[in-house]
């Protein structure tokens, strides 16, 4: 709804516990939206699903300020999800701020500061490099895969071409900063041969059903 503005994003459902009962305590309206598409035709049943918090515009401010973390003290967010992250997790996290709410960020900085872990923009471009190199690198289909996309695409099956389409296009979104192939070459002339197999197929029975009616 347009009138709901995000507020918080979060990759596991129990973490929006402790935010729901501060926003229900503090009478803020809010939804809960998440990220998982209602019907996945490209194979990627395993991505990650995130869950959203949108807090109504007029309260947004309200929510920002409930939720601000004061300078040495956290409070209403004691139990917050964050304070179970790692040194490298929180790196992570002000690597690439563009990923996180606002508050996440300021909250993270925070854990730093009181962790006394020194950072600055060499060390956060070294983590984001670092991440980005982890990541980069494409898979490799499963034989499974290749073999199911040969074998409808010979047979002119619409499957074929869906699996043809997965393999060329699939893609990876990294941390928002760029985006990546998601399958590695060979995988992708696999995925090619599989859709000038389907077309020519299509081709032979497009002729076959046309010489039959006249």
């Not at 695409?153 to 900063?177: E, F, M």
Request: with cysteine.
């Amino acid at each position: 709804m347009s009138n709901y503005t995000e507020f918080k994003r979060l990759p596991f459902k129990e973490e929006l516990n402790p935010i729901v009962e501060i926003l229900k305590e503090n009478n803020i309206s809010f939804l809960i939206d998440t990220t998982k598409p209602s019907v996945d035709i490209t194979f990627t049943s395993g991505a990650i699903t995130e869950y959203i918090v949108k807090v109504k515009n007029e309260e947004f401010e309200k929510a920002i300020s409930l939720f601000a973390v004061k300078e040495g003290e956290i409070t209403e967010t004691e139990n917050y999800y964050l304070n179970g992250y790692s040194d490298e997790e929180l790196l992570e996290v002000l690597a690439f701020p563009k990923t996180w709410s606002n508050f996440d960020v300021e909250y993270a900085k925070r854990l730093v500061e009181s962790r006394n872990i020194s950072i600055d923009e060499r060390i956060l471009k070294q983590k984001q490099d670092e991440l980005l190199d982890q990541l980069r690198p494409p898979k490799k289909a499963g034989f499974s895969l290749i073999f199911l996309g040969y074998l409808c695409s010979i047979l002119g099956g619409w499957l074929g071409l869906l699996i043809a389409l997965h393999l060329n296009n699939k893609t990876k979104d990294l941390y928002g900063h760029e985006t990546a192939p998601y399958y590695d070459e060979t995988s992708r002339n696999h995925g090619k041969w599989m859709l000038y197999l389907f077309v020519f197929w299509l081709f032979v029975y497009l002729l076959l059903i046309i010489k039959n009616l006249t």
